[in-house]
């Protein structure tokens, strides 16, 4: 593993408004002991078993999808050699059964990774944020469990803002800003091991014949190792890779939207930009680019007022009347 800066980091205890704080962040910051007065954390200071018997105490029978991977490729949730598939396995299960299969693996050695992600907590687990509470944004937040035993995710970025807090194990975060997408070679859009697109490289083991622009990345890495109580904001868009490490691991994560809920997606609007636009003949890119900072990136452009307010349309302020004819405008031409 390459080295890497330091995340920034701060005490809990220095933090007097959560939510007033994290929405007034822009980097990413590790936040020690955040949750450290958390039954399932207090749980996992006494070890694994305390930990995942504490979980399983709140478990249920729910059906969830878990993931396994032969230890042959310790922990690493990726594509196969040639991309027609995954090496990993998908299986319906439910976090009970989960549990009790990590109980078995606490341990052996060189076992195959297991693990749970992207849960919504209170689905498999109720009660769960009642008894270990934590309230990080006036927005829709959602709340998702990750369980596992060692494992190492990709390099991904999400559309969302994210407060993930280790409550079990320990996780190590590396993390690169959004402008270094050039130099992350990143795998398909539309098949993705779990949804979001992913770096190829292993950061782990770089191989930089096949990969040489990842040394400019490695400049602008940061990264932070959490052990149970400890939380990290991730801001949207932020690449990150995620290694768990120890024999359970628990993480409850936060993701929320800095926007109405009745807005896009931004990611769709890249989709059809791509599909519109990224075959144009250059100078045709320019001017589109032109147009697109004037009517969606620059902040100071006034759109509309020199329109009569009856016809100001699409121009003012988006509300969900006008995000709803949006869409409506947009189906029109796309099923032409």
């Known amino acids: 593993m390459f080295a890497a800066a330091p995340i920034k980091e701060c005490q809990a205890s220095s933090i007097a408004d959560l939510k007033a704080f994290l929405a007034e962040q822009t980097e990413p910051l590790v936040i020690r002991d955040l949750c450290v007065d958390w039954p399932q954390v207090m749980a996992a200071k006494q070890g694994s078993k305390n930990a995942l018997d504490y979980l399983l105490g709140l478990a249920n029978n729910a059906s969830v999808r878990s993931f396994s991977s032969q230890a042959i490729h310790q922990g690493r949730y990726f594509y196969n050699a040639d991309f027609s598939g995954l090496n990993f396995s998908q299986h319906a299960d439910n976090l009970v059964s989960v549990l009790q299969k990590l109980a078995r693996s606490i341990t052996q050695t060189d076992s195959d990774s297991l693990y749970m992600g992207s849960t919504a907590v209170e689905y498999c687990a109720p009660g769960f944020s009642v008894k270990n509470p934590l309230t990080v944004t006036d927005y829709n937040c959602l709340t998702s469990l990750w369980v596992g035993n060692h494992s190492q995710i990709a390099a991904h970025y999400d559309n969302a803002d994210n407060l993930a807090c280790v409550a079990a194990g320990e996780r190590t975060f590396t993390l690169l800003p959004t402008d270094q997408v050039n130099n992350l070679y990143v795998g398909p859009l539309e098949f993705t091991p779990a949804g979001q697109a992913v770096s190829l490289v292993d950061f782990n083991n770089p191989d930089f014949n096949r990969f040489p622009r990842f040394k400019e990345a490695i400049a602008k890495t940061q990264s932070a190792t959490l052990g149970p109580?400890?939380?990290?904001?991730?801001?949207?868009?932020?690449?990150?890779?995620?290694?768990?490490?120890?024999?359970?691991?628990?993480?409850?994560?936060?993701?929320?939207?800095?926007?109405?809920?009745?807005?896009?997606?931004?990611?769709?609007a890249m989709l059809h930009s791509m599909l519109a636009i990224k075959d144009l003949p250059s100078e045709h890119k320019q001017k589109w680019q032109q147009l697109f900072n004037h009517y969606v990136f620059a902040d100071d452009v006034d759109l509309a007022s020199h329109v009569a307010e009856p016809a100001q349309g699409i121009l003012a302020d988006i509300d969900e009347l006008t995000a709803r004819r949006i869409r409506q405008l947009l189906l029109q031409k796309l099923n032409r």
């Open 229 to 268: 109580g400890d939380a990290i904001y991730i801001p949207a868009l932020w690449w990150h890779q995620v290694s768990a490490t120890s024999p359970f691991n628990v993480l409850v994560n936060y993701w929320w939207r800095q926007a109405p809920e009745y807005l896009a997606n931004p990611f769709d």
